[in-house]
């Protein structure tokens, strides 16, 4: 009985893997799109910062430069550093399948989960962020 039921496991197991690397390398894509956004968005932040003359502009002009920075010099970057990571861990598992290795579905779950989460944050951050170039600059 044991015999039967690993074939079927094994065979079940690779579409879930499958689907995993493609989920994996949707996010890898984003974390490129996102590090070419926050350099479109310093860029707009610079051309715009010398026009800046009222201390509540500067102050969101800093406060957008932060965010800029942390989102840019570390959140994304980490992401992606866990997300080849983990795609590394994938590639050892389709050479060589062990079904005792849950460990790679947690951890997946709950990578993704994170990236979903800044996903939703960098969306709210952009939103803000477009308000603020477009009402700040464009009336002035």
Known sequence: ????????????????????????????????????????????LDQHAPKVNTVEFKKEIDHYQNLITYYDGELVDVLHKKLRKHESRLAAILQEPKESDVEY???????????????????????????????????K
């Open 1 to 44: 009985m044991e015999t039967i039921a690993t074939p079927t496991e094994k065979v079940t197991l690779q579409p879930s893997l499958i689907g995993m690397h493609r989920e994996s390398l949707e996010w890898l894509s984003a974390t490129a799109l996102w590090k070419r956004e926050l350099v479109f968005f310093q860029n707009l």
């Open 105 to 139: 579905y947690t951890e997946h779950n709950g990578l993704m989960e994170e990236a979903s989460a800044f996903q939703k944050v960098f969306t709210e951050f952009k939103h803000g962020f477009f308000t603020f170039i477009e009402d700040g600059f464009t009336l």
